[in-house]
């Protein structure tokens, strides 16, 4: 039992959640190490929701209310940390939820399935191993989609997601969303839209940005993706990580 007057007290029990959904087939071994990594930028960014996140964050509200086939894409880490959120996001915005793991085994697509489910998901695409495509015919584990969500979809959000994944959905011509407290990551600067966050603080953030943004017209919706410049954001998310004092 974490106190709760313990200076790391969220943190900790982030942690928590992770060692046990390692523990319950949910993550593989790299999931920790991944979480690991979130963890210390999220330390040096000060455990906080940013200027540059927020924008990114109304930016990504407004590209999901205006995509025709939005998709929410959830793998080891997103189930163990958000996977409720994720499953009201999904509710606001009509948005499919897909499984799509980067070491994908039957029985863990099987684990984050039941994680979903429990947290509400009725629909959940991405499960049936033997269907998948692969996005523009690129035949590696990196490429597959489900062929009625993300192979179709013209908006992903892709929280913690690999660098060559990345890639490769930007390539295919999607709106890439993704969460990741790593300014410098390839999947940070591939994506169309980088929200430089906790996973556990953004999510919640894009609903209620959505919920504000949901009545604006069309061309409010498109200018709020025109002025945006990921590499710009990213930039100001990396002067916050600067170190001024001990
Ligand atoms: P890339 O291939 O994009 O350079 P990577 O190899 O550094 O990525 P991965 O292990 O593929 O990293 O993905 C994990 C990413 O998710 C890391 O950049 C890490 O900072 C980030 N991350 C981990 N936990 C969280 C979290 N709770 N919220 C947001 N981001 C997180």
């Not at 897909?98 to 509400?120: D, H, M, Q, S």
């Not at 929280?159 to 410098?184: F, H, M, Y």
């Amino acid at each position: 039992m974490i106190p709760k007057n313990h200076p790391r007290y969220q943190s900790l029990v982030l942690r928590d959640k992770i060692v046990k959904a390692h523990k319950n087939g949910i993550l593989a071994d790299s999931g920790m190490i991944a979480h690991g990594r979130g963890e210390a930028f999220d330390y040096l960014i000060g455990e906080v929701t940013s200027a540059p996140a927020k924008e990114a964050i109304r930016t990504a509200a407004a590209a999901l209310l205006l995509a025709d086939n939005p998709v929410l894409s959830v793998n080891g880490n997103t189930a163990a940390l958000a996977a409720e959120e994720i499953v009201e996001l999904s509710r606001f915005l009509e948005a499919k939820i897909e499984i799509n793991l980067f070491y994908r085994t039957p029985k863990r697509v099987e684990n984050v399935e039941k994680v979903l489910k429990k947290a509400g998901a009725s629909q959940i695409y991405g499960t049936d191993s033997d269907n998948l495509k692969y996005i523009e015919g690129i035949e590696s584990p990196r490429a597959t989609a489900s062929a009625e969500g993300i192979f179709k979809a013209d908006v992903i959000l892709v929280p913690l997601e690999d660098g060559d994944r990345a890639e490769i959905l930007v390539n295919s011509g999607k709106t890439v969303i993704t969460v990741d407290l790593n300014p410098l990551s390839r999947t940070s600067k591939k994506s169309s839209i980088t929200i430089v966050d906790n996973i556990v603080r953004a999510i919640p953030l894009i609903k209620e940005e959505v919920l504000s943004l949901k009545e604006k017209d069309i061309n409010s919706l498109k200018n709020i993706l025109k002025s945006f410049n990921n590499e710009k954001n990213l930039k100001e998310s990396l002067k916050i990580i600067e170190i001024k004092e001990l």
